[in-house]
């Protein structure tokens, strides 16, 4: 009886899902991204795929971190076969170093603007196409009604868009499922080996359509992400005295 109710419950929130905005819910698209603890703040516990994901970045430091973790999603998103497209008006990321977060580089087709207006226009174009698994695009500044484009396009096309905006002058509300900020922490050593050690981040999730917010201390280790299931309070404090 209670697995029946637990159930129907389920269902329910299925159900409610694309009336409140979510088109293409996490069941329809659904793929393991390892991500354990912070799953469990989307809607059915799920990744959702298919929408647009927007990540703010503060600095030079942040930026790299923010590009790591990205990456790393990338890697779980993008198919051995498939291809995502990176588009910037300032790119700085070196390619060959994203092996590292488990992601070829020649599975990525960048295309470097001059102009942010070029970066909005290339975006858009990209969402569209179904033939891609995910676009990026590095920005400064989008308008609800240029994000709202965005969401409409992959509402037909199912492509994962990303929205990395360096530096914005104003923090606005756009048309995403997910707001994150990545920012970064030394690397951990293990077994008191030489040399760089694994990638990590206090990732926060700011704020989720549908779902719960949260923040966690993740780790990139060679096959996947280790996550840390309880709040990182003390990064979140030094965040938040950093931020005013």
Known sequence: MVD???EIL?????DILPLQGLKHTPVTIKKNMDLLAIE???PNETFPLGNIHEFLIGSIEDAAATSGFVAALLSRIVPANGVCIWISASR????PALKAFGLAPEQIIFIDLKKEKDVL???????KCERISAVLGELQEISFTESRRFQLAVEQSRVTGFILRQQPRVVNTIAC????RISCLPSELYDDMPGVGFARWPVELLKVRNGKPGAWKVVW?????????EVFDTVLEQLQRKTG
């Open 121 to 127: 226009w290339a975006m858009l174009e990209a969402l």
């Open 92 to 95: 700085t990321l070196f390619p």
């Open 4 to 6: 029946a109710r637990r």
């Open 177 to 180: 499922v997910s707001r994150w």
């Open 10 to 14: 389920n269902q329910l929130k299925r």
């Open 221 to 229: 280790l060679a096959d996947g992400f280790e996550i840390n299931e």
């Open 40 to 42: 469990q703040s989307f």
